[in-house]
Structure formats: structure tokens, C-alpha cells
């Protein structure tokens, strides 16, 4: 959701950016007869397919793939020489691509080491139907319930989470309303147990990040503002110190936010809001930093290197070819990138602590490619290669 947000946000700003100016307040009349309908488009954005690209820019399809379109010249990652299931056969798992029921299904999370929290789309309409416990050792879903979708919403079954025995997501309403959800994972009827009211004074269009945590739903705005609500329903909460803040990693809050206001390098400043530790990321003169987690970031020197370094300035770590990905590093050492020489011809996982990595086999589809999904957590990878499921647990790899 938030990368189809940024996508738009950044590509429509490069636009305006080079585009002819408008005559005098044409721009600030259109922005409120339209701020409204904006608003609810981008609610609606959460639950459509969209696929939006330019040199550079990045969009996420409703099923979780993202496609990003790269510079047509240029050396990009260095290929992996062995395809990933031969580097890290511990890891890669390949299943049906499709539902019991014949629908398109991702993966969204762990529900625990051997099964997984899988969304089940609706044929053709983008929506998710349903959502699944998928038993990785024995290849068996169980169907955990239907997801309800009213006549004034859209944006269906958002931020899926794990957590408290429940299944927790969010779904927007026309009115400007996220109503948060919750579902027992040994099935049942789902409920609402919130709503939140979306301030379309800001322009604000849903949630950017759910979590849960401790029994409670843990969420941010995509305007900013860190909250939490009981997992069994009640009053929804600010976090202290969360105001303009974004959840990146909880106990980690930061911004901005990936996708949210203020602009800028996403997460440069991160807060543990149970310790009251801050992090700011280091840049020095000519550097770029394009993406960060909690403790590393990913940049570009003034010469054109790409590095990955922690968020202090120290153990950086060089690495050949330029960097085309939409996800920050995971788990302190690996990351996803786009391989070739002047188009993209495939996907790399690559590994920071062993130098190691392995080719994803997604083909280039001239200047675009699509990237994997990567879920909330940082543990899996997963992607689609015709009728096949692949799913790449990272904590496997030693």
C-alpha cells in the first residue's frame, strides 16, 4: 500500500516538476475541489491492481508483487551465478500459486515456524475473499474466514497481522473511516473492534503499517501519528512520542514515514519508544542515503559507489553495481536487487555476511521487472513464476 503511494507521490511530483506552471491559484482550486475524491482514491489504491512506471519509479500490485521500472543504461547488481533453490535449498519452498477455490493467494505472514497466514483475491475484482492457515509440512490450507466488505468500502483487508490467538487488518471506508479487524486464527466471524477516522483535511488516505503486539493493534497513518487499540476492541490510543511518527519496526517509530508526510529519505530518524532511544542516520558530504531499517541503510557515495553501512556511519560494506530495489535491508544482511547490464534482466537475494546469492529466475519485461513480495516482518520472500508459488524463509539461512 504505502509503495503504491510513494510511487504516486514521486512520480506525479517528478512530473510537476518539469512540466509548464499554471496560472496563479489553478493549482491550490484544484487541490480542494478534488481533495476529497483524492482521498478516497487513494483508499482504493490498498485494494487495485496498479501499475505505475517510469525511469526509477516503483508500484505495487494489489497481490503483493511490486514492479519497478530502472534506468535503460547502466551497470545494475552483479548476476548471482546459481539459481537461489541450489544456493539455499534450506530456505526455498515452491507451492500452488492458487487457492483451494482457483484464486490467485499470497502469503502475508508467519503464523508460527511451519504454517503461514495466506490471502486468498478475489477473482478478478482485486478485493481479498478470504484468508487461510497454510501448513507448510503437510501442504494443507485451512480456511480461517471470509473477509466482509460493506457497499461503502474501498479498501479491502489491509496490513494482515498476526498476534493473541487473532488475525488483525484494516479496510477503509468512502466516508473517510479504517475500520481494524480482528478474527480468531482458529476461525470464526470477523469483527470490528475500532474505527479510525482519517483527517481529509491532510489528505489522509488509510494506514500505512499495522502490527500487533502485546494484545493490542498497533498502527500508523500514512499522514503520520502512531496509535494502539486493544486486540479485543476499545478506545484507540496515541503513543507517547508518536505524533508525526510512522512504525517501521515496533518498538521502532520514525520518520517520515515511506510513504507519509514530511518528505524525505524514509526512517532517517527512529525512536524505540519503550526505551526512549533515538536513531539518526549518518550522511556525509555528496552521499545519498536511499533507503534504511532499523540498523542499516543503503546509499550512494559521492563516486557513484553503492554501499550499505549502519545507521552510525560504521561497518560499511561496498558492493559492485548499482542497487535497484523497494525494500530496505532485512534481518541486518540481506537485500533484493535487480541484476543486468542496460535493462533489467533478473532479480538477485544477496547476502551482506557471507558475500553469497541466488537468482530468483523473474525475467525483465523490457524496462520494468517485477520485484518479490517481502512481508511486514522481514522474514519471507515470495513471488509467482507461472502456475508456482515460491516462498524463501530467511531465517533458514545460516
Not at 156 to 176: C, E, L
Not at 375 to 390: E, H, P, Q, W
Request: include cysteine; glycine fraction near 14%; charged fraction near 20%.
Amino acid at each position: 500500500m504505502t509503495e503504491v503511494e510513494e510511487t504516486l507521490r514521486r512520480t506525479l511530483g517528478h512530473a510537476a516538476e518539469q512540466a509548464p506552471g499554471l496560472p496563479a491559484l489553478l493549482p491550490q482550486r484544484l487541490e480542494r475541489i478534488h481533495r476529497r475524491r483524492r482521498q478516497r482514491a487513494r483508499i482504493a489504491l490498498a485494494a487495485a491492481a496498479v501499475v505505475l512506471v517510469g525511469a526509477g519509479a516503483t508500484a505495487v500490485l494489489r497481490g503483493g508483487d511490486t514492479i519497478t521500472a530502472v534506468p535503460a543504461s547502466g551497470q545494475y547488481t552483479e548476476a548471482p551465478a546459481e539459481q537461489v533453490e541450489k544456493v539455499w535449498p534450506e530456505a526455498v519452498r515452491k507451492v500452488s500459486a492458487k487457492s483451494p477455490d482457483g484464486v490467485p493467494w499470497r502469503p502475508q505472514t508467519f503464523v508460527d515456524d511451519r504454517t503461514l497466514l495466506m490471502e486468498a483475491q478475489g477473482g478478478g475484482s482485486g478485493s481479498t475473499d478470504a484468508i487461510y492457515a497454510y501448513d507448510l509440512d503437510s501442504g494443507t490450507p485451512r480456511k480461517i474466514a471470509d473477509i466482509p466488505a460493506s457497499k461503502d468500502t474501498v479498501g479491502f483487508g489491509n496490513g494482515f497481522a498476526v498476534g493473541g490467538g487473532q488475525v488483525a487488518w484494516w479496510s477503509g471506508t468512502k466516508d473517510s473511516v479504517a475500520h481494524l479487524w480482528t478474527v480468531p486464527l482458529d476461525g470464526g466471524t470477523p469483527k470490528i473492534v475500532a474505527d479510525q477516522r482519517l483527517d481529509t483535511a491532510d489528505d489522509g488516505s488509510g494506514i500505512d503499517k499495522l502490527a500487533v503486539v502485546n494484545d493490542k493493534i498497533v498502527f500508523s497513518l500514512y499522514t503520520g501519528g502512531v496509535f494502539t487499540v486493544p486486540l479485543g476492541g476499545g478506545t484507540v490510543e496515541p503513543v507517547q512520542g508518536g505524533a508525526g511518527m510512522h512504525l517501521l519496526a515496533w518498538p521502532w517509530i520514525g520518520a517520515p514515514g515511506s510513504g507519509g508526510e514530511p518528505r524525505g529519505m524514509p526512517y532517517s530518524r527512529i525512536q524505540n519508544v519503550e526505551t526512549g532511544e533515538t536513531r539518526t542516520a549518518v550522511t556525509q558530504p555528496g552521499e545519498e542515503l536511499r533507503l534504511c531499517g532499523v540498523t542499516i541503510c543503503l546509499g550512494t557515495a559521492a563516486d557513484g559507489t553503492t554501499f550499505f553501512r549502519h545507521r552510525d556511519g560504521s561497518s560499511q560494506k561496498n558492493v559492485p553495481g548499482s542497487v535497484h530495489s523497494a525494500y530496505q535491508p532485512v534481518q541486518d544482511r540481506f537485500y533484493v536487487s535487480v541484476y543486468g547490464v542496460g535493462r533489467p534482466e533478473g532479480v538477485g537475494l544477496y547476502d551482506l555476511d557471507t558475500g553469497r546469492s541466488g537468482d530468483l529466475r523473474i525475467p525483465g519485461e523490457g524496462s520494468t521487472i517485477r520485484l518479490p513480495s517481502m512481508d511486514s516482518t522481514g522474514r519471507m520472500l515470495s513471488y509467482s513464476l507461472k502456475d508456482d508459488l515460491y516462498l524463501i524463509d530467511l531465517s533458514k539461512i545460516r
